[in-house]
């Protein structure tokens, strides 16, 4: 929603994987909020300890809105929640529905599943957020991978 938090934190998970992968110099990445609450504002202090206790720094990163063009630009449009994936889907035109999904579709552990909003909570709820959305980058990375091969060429 506001883009401190939850988003953050995967797309510092998600770098992290690329970047274990080699990727990193290949694949653009880049977090969200369906809401303005927090544009230009860095993640939470509180999503930043706990990416950073992970071996990933997401303190450069800032708040903002998704834009039209990100649907354009982007080939996978991953919402935290439903209510952020219906958000998404009512905002894109009719051709880039198929690029939206929860981030969670790509997860093992908690397939299908809302990640929780840890913002008003403790230091579990971080922990667990980080534990979901680190889950789903490491599918997330093998989706990718196996789409890869499977081109030709």
């Known amino acids: 929603m506001g883009n401190i938090c ?13 970047q274990s992968a080699g ?8 977090s969200a909020g369906t809401h303005d609450y927090h544009v230009g504002d860095a993640p939470d202090l509180r999503a930043q300890r706990t990416a950073l206790s992970h071996g990933y720094d997401i303190s450069a990163l800032r708040g903002r809105q998704v834009q039209d063009s990100d649907f354009e630009r982007f ?17 894109a035109n009719v051709r880039h529905h198929h690029k939206i999904r ?38 997330l990375l093998k989706a990718i991978l196996e789409q890869r091969r499977a081109q030709p060429g």
């Open 75 to 91: 080939d996978y449009i991953l919402a935290m929640d439903s209510q952020n994936l219906h958000n998404l889907t009512r905002r």
């Open 23 to 30: 990727l990193d110099t290949q694949i653009l990445i880049d």
């Open 6 to 18: 939850r988003s953050p934190m995967a797309e510092g998970a998600f770098a992290k994987a690329l």
């Open 102 to 139: 929860l981030l969670l579709s790509f997860s093992r552990r908690f397939p299908n599943l809302d990640v929780p909003d840890p913002y008003y909570g403790g230091q579990q709820g971080f922990d667990q957020t980080l534990d979901m959305v680190e889950d789903a980058a490491q599918g």
